[in-house]
């Protein structure tokens, strides 16, 4: 079975530049989860969806960054604009209700830098 | 709020030595427990976890004890390999918060051959 997949792996840009990541979660995973990981920090999560709708997005800077799943599979993560501060690892995740509780399995994740 | 703490890192043992990686939470109710590890260049993978107090959780080599009375949840392992190499993270799931997911800081071992 195919794991979380993301792209790009890595990504440099300029500020003020407008990036988009993605993520395929495993088939049948009907939750996706986006993550974002500071240097020397854990994941913390940036926004939550069942389906295509976004049931948790409280921690997502709303003035820049924004998320799609509108199909209730594959999602984007945007920012636009980009900031020095935003360089990190972004990390997508996907669980499935019918797996064990709270299991998320996630992907490789995106690294951003940001110049 | 919810938060994990666990041991800074790096820590770096030989192979065969025994490995404790210390863990901490704080909570309101009784929250799931977790040890997910990040080898380099992968996401990560959930390594164990328990669901209430006084389960241990195990998988490859490592465990670790859901203790309420210490608020702890340290990691394990009698005989380390050098392919243990990785990032740990301690993470809590916090109860009747749609089950979201609260990750300590990581600590990074080198096992040394």
């Keep these: 079975e195919a794991g979380v997949v993301q792209s790009p792996r890595y990504k440099i840009i300029e500020k003020k530049q407008p990036v988009a990541f993605w993520c395929n979660p495993i088939s049948g995973h009907n939750t996706l989860y986006w993550y974002l990981q500071n240097l020397g920090q854990g994941p913390e999560l940036l926004i939550r969806y069942e389906n295509e709708e976004a049931v948790d997005d409280s921690q997502l800077p709303k003035d820049r960054f924004s998320a799609e799943r509108l199909k209730g599979v594959d999602s984007t993560l945007k920012i636009q604009p980009a900031e020095l501060g935003d360089s990190a690892v972004y990390l997508c995740a996907s669980s499935s209700p019918r797996g064990n509780h709270n299991e998320q399995f996630f992907g490789p994740g995106t690294r951003l830098t940001v110049l | ?113």
């Design chain 2, 1 to 113: 709020g919810n938060s994990v703490t666990q041991m800074e890192g790096p820590v770096t043992l030989s192979e065969e030595a025994f490995l404790t990686i210390n863990c901490t939470y704080t909570a309101t109710g009784y929250p799931s427990l977790f040890w997910y590890v990040q080898y380099p260049g992968e996401g990560l993978q959930l390594l164990l976890k328990a669901t209430k107090a006084d389960d241990k959780g195990s998988n490859k080599g490592f465990e670790a004890t859901y203790r309420k009375e210490t608020t702890s949840f340290h990691l394990e392992k009698g005989s380390v390999q050098v392919s243990d190499s990785a990032v740990y993270f301690c993470a809590l799931s916090e109860v009747n918060r749609d089950d979201k997911i609260i990750f300590g800081k990581g600590t990074r071992l080198h096992i040394l051959p």
